[in-house]
């Protein structure tokens, strides 16, 4: 069985504070891994995807990728109340397994003023 | 209209009732998808349509039935579904293995 470990929060960060969030995932051949931010509610908003190891920086969010530890992270800085949503990483296997994103059951952050 | 949109966005249904949800995308992609979220559960994938041919159908049972007319549309036919099929509903679509860009869902509550 495939899996997509997440911490489900919540994750409480003070305004202007720096959010971690941590994803594991048991395919040792994923190749894709995209984070989205989801608002109660509404439907997952894609932010970041990542297909290579080491960083990517895209505005207040940093995506990292170890594919030797099998994780991925994201790091979202000068965190605001607008970032409280629940974030869902979603990681996609190898091409026969195409269009099959696993996601993790997300994790809530709280941004508290 | 633009990215991807979905209708209804709301749907209440009794169990003996046939109802269908509609999906559509305006970002030239070919893929598309069918997703179930519940509540406090990951995203389940349901049904992945890749030029308009169905290529995963992830154990769905039959009462949900997927139809892609074209590369652009996509429908999920509901009929006598159960009380926990209550859930939202989501489509996405997305340009081979890239990014899928999500609708903004039917929330659908069998009674």
């Known amino acids: 069985q495939k899996e997509v470990e997440q911490n489900s929060g919540p994750l409480s960060v003070p305004e202007g504070a720096i959010a971690s969030l941590n994803c594991t995932y048991s395919?040792?051949?994923?190749?894709?891994f995209f984070w989205y931010r989801q608002y109660s509610g509404k439907s997952p908003e894609l932010i970041m995807s990542?297909?290579?190891?080491g960083d990517k920086e895209d505005g207040r969010f940093t995506a990292q990728l170890n594919k030797a530890s099998q994780y991925v992270s994201l790091l979202i800085r000068d965190s605001q109340p607008s970032d409280s949503a629940t974030y869902l990483c979603?990681?996609?296997?190898?091409?026969?397994?195409?269009?099959?994103?696993?996601f993790g059951a997300g994790t809530q952050v709280v941004v508290t003023p | 209209e633009t990215g991807v949109t979905q209708t209804p966005r709301h749907l209440v249904m009794g169990m003996t009732n046939k109802k269908s949800l509609k999906c559509e995308q305006h970002?030239?992609?070919?893929?598309m998808y069918w997703y179930k979220q519940s509540a406090k559960k990951p995203l389940e994938l349901m049904f992945v349509?890749?030029?308009?041919?169905?290529?995963e159908n992830n154990s769905v049972p039959s009462r949900f039935s997927p139809e892609c007319p074209n590369s652009s549309h996509l429908f999920l036919h509901l009929h006598t579904l159960q009380p926990e099929d209550s859930a939202l509903y989501l489509c996405?679509?997305?340009?081979?293995?890239?990014?899928?860009?999500f609708g903004p869902g039917t929330r659908l509550t069998v009674l």
């Open positions: 996405a679509s997305s340009q081979g293995y890239n990014e899928q860009f």
């Open positions: 395919d040792r051949v994923s190749q894709s």
């Open positions: 990542i297909y290579s190891n």
């Open positions: 979603a990681v996609n296997g190898e091409t026969d397994s195409w269009g099959k994103l696993q």
């Open positions: 970002l030239g992609h070919n893929a």
């Open positions: 349509y890749n030029f308009k041919e169905q290529t």
